[in-house]
């Protein structure tokens, strides 16, 4: 059975598995000190410029704490959404590594930190008795699977900068956010000013890890340091390279990608035909949410699971991933429509 829990739940890809196969035939330097790491920095280079430096880690959480620890000082705070996954799903992780207070941002109704709420934030600069904001994180796509424009990102990261502060993106689906705004990675990461990204590939159907990639020199000053510190530096490091690999190549992330958010674009066409129920979010990357009656939860989730987002209103979200079909949310949407 497939799911729309989370893109998580999808498997692997074809070319990843391959891509594993193809390094597992010979012994290679640890630690990152071998050819497929060598090759795949140069790609990355290719991608984002040649500023960039690059540490592969096994998860998101880990890139996200590796990523604002480069920036801090053990007095600063770390501003984020309050809905963001830094803030209510890396348990007390990014506290206990950087020693530093999160400070939790509203959002708008699009889940979207606003350059408002950030000026609300930065407050009482150079006052020992407050904690000094340092580096703001944003998700893209947003947990709600709405997408930043380049304008957006562009006036954060220059609001920042004019304060002494770095931006961060928690990019667990950037791929997703690339092709909805049909951008290419420098465009929407480099030339945007953004400092640090945790750079997701697992849930695009790698079988596990993420890159920290870094575009201020000031952030990849101690960044090896950083890296081993916390316990992120793979020993085997290129069967993680060689699934970027395998990703960046002729931009295949793209196909799957955009498949992953075409399939979100048509399942959200087809429920909006069917009564009792309301999309609730725009539908920009490959999650739709919706407000649907408590009782059908059940029986839908018999379908194809999903996640209850909010309790309260029985809003759940429905994440499609690389390999979700037509036919499977046809089969969902002809059960909801049985539903009383
Ligand atoms: C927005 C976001 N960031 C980061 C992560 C990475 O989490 P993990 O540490 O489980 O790989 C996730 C995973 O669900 C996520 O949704």
Redesign the pocket.
Known sequence: MKSLA?D?YAGVLPEIMEAILAANQQHAGSYGHDQITHRVFQSFRQAFGEIADVRFVF??????VLSVSCAVDSFSSILCADI???YV??STSPETFTGCRLMPLKTNEDGKITVQSIKERIIRIGDEHHPQPKILSI?QPT?YGTVYSLAEIREISGLLKANDMYLHI?G??IFNALVSLNATIKEMITDTGVDII?F?G??LGMLFG?AVVVMHPDLSKNLKFRHKKSMQLSSKNRFIACQFEALLKNNLWQQYAQHANQMAAYLNEQIKEVSRITVTKPVQANAVFAIMPRDWTKALQEVMPFYVWDERTNEVRLMCSFDTTKDEIDEFVEVMKSLP
């Open positions: 989370s998580n998860n998101g959480s880990g890139a996200n963001s996954h830094m799903d890396e998700t947990e928690d667990a689906r945790s997701g697992t849930k993420e």
